[in-house]
């Protein structure tokens, strides 16, 4: 008896079926966010002697009146930029607001009624089918697809600072995709493309969507992005297993305060050095990047709620976060 291969068409086998979904998804996500990715000129150049150079990297535009997101180390230390459409358009564009923190920069370009990209709010979930679309060296959009590999993944800026919540995929990277948006299926953003780890083979990283949307609020109403600081250097301390079980102690570890800035916040309260943080608003603490993670974004001026161990003692204090100096 002969088996014969079921055909969902004629000539057409069930794995065939599959590979025109998936490629229909991947194109279609193309198709949709496509015309909203550019190129990104620094130095307000976008002839071949500036591809050649590779002085460029990508961009999404995310508003028809001209703002675009892209990577703050792709337009760092300059404040004017040239922006190229997979048509052939070229207009220039002036950096609006950076933020080295996220490795996040806004521009504006000029120009109006553009094709742009619907940054989403909701995270993407891990398995997920995304694609990463480029305009590197002012080439149609170039695309690499893969799966979201895991959430909430942490890496340091430039500057040193922790990006929280980034997603980690498996669409290729290459540095001219720098700035570019990772989308879902339906062309939705749900990240801008980074290469802070250089190394990394088979592995791309993305800041998350909804970190982009905050940095893009922030940089259009306040002109820049505003975190609250405390006013203090600290180090992470592990704690005494006897001190944690006596006081009923959330986590085996805190943050010691060595010193206070003086002329910051923490002057103003009653927090000294030594004391050893625990906790954030009830939130627990364990070391000074989940410190720095709940106190940057809280409201500058707003007081929060510091649970604190002195000496043998749990105590509570509040504390009013000021904003850190955009010169620092």
Not at 60 to 86: C, K, M, W
């Amino acid at each position: 008896m002969l088996l014969e291969t079921p055909h969902s068409e004629a000539g057409e086998t069930p794995e065939d079926g599959a590979l025109d979904a998936y490629s229909a998804a991947v194109v279609g996500a193309v198709e949709t966010v496509g015309p909203a990715v550019v190129s990104v000129y620094v130095g307000g150049s976008a002839d071949d002697a500036a591809r050649a150079r590779g002085g460029a990297g990508s961009g999404v535009v995310v508003t028809p009146d001209g703002y675009i997101l892209t990577n703050e180390h792709v337009v760092q230390q300059t404040q004017s930029a040239r922006i190229a459409f997979v048509d052939g358009r070229s207009v220039p564009a002036a950096v609006v607001g950076r933020d080295p923190a996220t490795d996040l920069a806004v521009l504006r370009a000029h120009a109006t009624g553009l094709p742009h990209a619907q940054v989403l709010s909701a995270p993407p979930r891990v398995g997920q089918l995304v694609v990463a679309v480029g305009n590197p060296l002012g080439f149609e959009s170039t695309v690499s697809a893969g799966v979201v590999s895991a959430l909430g993944r942490s890496l340091r800026s430039r500057q040193g600072r922790l990006i929280e919540g980034i997603v980690q995929h498996t669409a290729a990277l290459n540095p001219g995709n720098s700035g570019g948006p990772l989308v879902d299926a339906r062309g939705g953003v749900v990240g801008i493309n980074t290469a802070i780890i250089a190394q990394a083979q088979g592995i791309g990283f993305a800041v998350p969507s909804v970190t982009a949307q905050w940095v893009l609020a922030e940089i259009l109403t306040q002109g820049r992005v505003r975190r609250a600081y405390l006013g203090i250097s600290g180090r992470d301390r592990p704690l005494d297993r006897r001190l944690v079980r006596a006081l009923d102690l959330p986590r085996m570890r805190a943050v010691e305060v060595m010193s206070r800035d003086g002329e910051g916040p923490a002057v103003q309260s009653d927090l000294r050095p030594g004391d050893l943080i625990v906790a954030v608003n009830e939130v627990p603490v364990d070391g000074i990047d989940a410190l720095y993670r709940h106190v940057s974004r809280w409201p500058v001026g707003t007081p929060l709620a510091l649970s604190i161990v002195r000496r043998t003692q749990k105590l509570n204090l509040q504390l009013t976060p000021k904003e850190i100096d955009p010169a620092k």
